[in-house]
């Protein structure tokens, strides 16, 4: 796969000066499909999955369904997403990854899909103000997540929260989905009563 080349945006967006939100292992795409269809007019929906076939599933949505704020790109996003950015007119303001792959075997952690070239991406082209929401129900996912942001908090991330006097770890997971727009997968473990872990950052 590779390498990669950002498309031409006006032929993907109507207006592809909107501020840009990226999910990242979009997988079925319905998520950014709500969003993008709540959104219109306001915002441009970019997924990137590795799984061709799902992303041009993912295509054929957004042309049926005339979303002219939403596309799918197949790529490998952890080594892609800087080149990918690199020419989008408008500011990259929010950037999801959600429930990525939890690859559980210590051989096969090279394979998360946040690691520091993703990292080094996001924080290049976010704008301030901009935000990233992590969330997974597996903890030690998010806290891998977490792991990678980290050098980055305090100078140009801060944790939002929703609880603010305390220190307390468990107090740092951000209480709720942030856009409203519960994926697939979050839906199927809260309807099991089990929680999703989630971290919010805002660039500053
Ligand atoms: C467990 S699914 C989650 C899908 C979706 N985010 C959700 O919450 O329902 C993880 C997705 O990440 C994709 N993926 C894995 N590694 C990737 C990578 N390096 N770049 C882009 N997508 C990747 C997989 O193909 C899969 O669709």
Same mark, same amino acid.
């Given at each position: 796969m590779g390498p990669y080349y950002p498309p031409v945006w006006a032929m993907v967006f109507t207006n592809p000066k909107l501020p840009l939100s990226v999910d990242i292992g979009? *997988?079925? *795409?319905r998520f950014l499909m709500l969003l993008a269809k709540r959104n219109s007019g306001s915002s441009n929906f970019l997924g990137l999955d590795v799984r061709h076939k799902l992303v041009e599933r993912s295509n054929a949505w957004a042309e049926q369904l005339q979303l002219k704020n939403m596309h799918f790109i197949t790529a /490998?996003? &952890?080594? +892609?997403l800087d080149s990918l950015l +690199? &020419? $989008? %007119?408008g500011k990259l303001t929010f950037v999801s990854i959600l429930c %990525?792959?939890?690859?559980? @075997?210590t051989r096969h952690y090279k394979r998360r899909i946040v690691q520091r070239p993703l990292v080094n991406a996001i924080m290049k082209y976010l704008a301030v103000g901009g935000k990233i929401f992590l969330e997974s129900d597996v903890e030690e996912v998010v806290l891998d997540m977490k792991r990678h942001f980290k050098e980055h908090l305090g100078d140009s991330l801060v944790l939002v929260k929703k609880h603010e006097s305390t220190s307390i770890e468990? @107090?740092?997971? $951000? %209480?709720? /989905? %942030? &856009? *409203?727009v519960p994926t697939e997968r979050e839906v199927a473990v809260l309807g099991r009563g089990l929680p999703m872990f989630r971290l919010l950052y805002e660039r500053v």
């Open positions: 979009s *997988g079925s *795409g /490998n996003a &952890t080594i +892609a +690199a &020419t $989008y %007119p %990525p792959d939890p690859q559980f @075997k468990e @107090k740092e997971w $951000y %209480p709720e /989905n %942030p &856009t *409203g």
